[in-house]
């Protein structure tokens, strides 16, 4: 079946703009991940849902940033007025619910978005 | 807070032979490890996931070694292919109520396989 997508592969903003970027999981996987990946560097965590819910959203760097998730299946990550540190590649992952006796499941992951901002 | 660091950096070697990547993290308390694969411009393929009852996993020419009380992983890669050339990733999930699912990354090694 089709993995995880994103769109827009590749964003320029210019600085003070708003951008969203979309996020679709695998089907059928409750969970969802956002991460941010700086140049040179490993993924950071942004926020996770369980199905609609958005159950930590303490990776957000400030309160410009926002996600959504409202049928449990497609997500969009918000960014109000970016700024040039904003810049980075924005991850998307899902991972289906463990199965019984299963103690923790594998996330998969999309290409990403590329933001720039400029 | 949990950090993880990989060693090396960045690693260069000739195709053929057998290198092993390193995976250090500051807190044994996790549910699992898992090592990726990145592409320039792509996304994180999964390669390796060893639970943290488990010593050790092994896929075709990758061997992945977990020592969680020590807490260190090698990602063990035999008879390299120019194919092989990415950045390698190894990141944890921690044994946290309320910690959720999300992982902790490394910086990465990237590995560059020669002809």
């Known amino acids: 079946g089709a993995g995880v997508s994103q769109s827009p592969r590749y964003k320029v903003a210019k600085r003070g703009q708003d951008v969203a970027l979309r996020c679709d999981p695998i089907?059928?996987?409750?969970?969802l991940f956002w991460y941010q990946q700086a140049l040179g560097q490993g993924p950071e965590f942004l926020t996770y849902?369980?199905?609609?819910?958005?159950?930590?959203k303490s990776g957000l760097p400030s309160d410009r940033f926002f996600a959504e998730r409202p049928e449990g299946s497609v997500s969009t990550l918000k960014i109000q007025r970016t700024q040039q540190e904003d810049s980075a590649v924005y991850l998307c992952?899902?991972?289906?619910?463990?199965?019984?006796?299963?103690?923790?499941?594998?996330?998969?992951f999309g290409p990403g978005t590329r933001l720039t901002v400029t | 807070k949990q950090e993880v660091t990989q060693i090396p950096a960045a690693l260069s070697v000739p195709e053929g032979e057998n290198l092993v990547l390193n995976c250090s993290f500051t807190?044994?308390?996790?549910?699992?490890l898992q090592w990726f694969r990145q592409d320039p411009g792509k996304g994180l393929t999964s390669l390796l996931l060893?639970?943290?009852?488990?010593r050790e996993q092994t896929s075709g020419r990758l061997n992945a070694s977990l020592d969680k009380s020590s807490g260190r992983s090698t990602l063990y890669i035999a008879a390299s292919q120019p194919g092989d050339s990415a950045t390698y990733l190894c990141?944890?999930?921690?044994?946290?109520?309320?910690?959720?699912?999300?992982?902790?990354f490394g910086t990465g090694t990237q590995l560059k396989v020669e002809l």
């Open positions: 992952a899902s991972s289906s619910r463990p199965s019984p006796g299963q103690v923790s499941y594998e996330q998969y």
């Open positions: 089907s059928g996987h409750v969970s």
């Open positions: 849902f369980q199905n609609e819910a958005q159950l930590d």
């Open positions: 807190d044994s308390a996790i549910y699992n």
């Open positions: 060893i639970q943290s009852s488990q």
């Open positions: 990141a944890v999930r921690p044994r946290l109520t309320g910690g959720g699912n999300k992982l902790t």
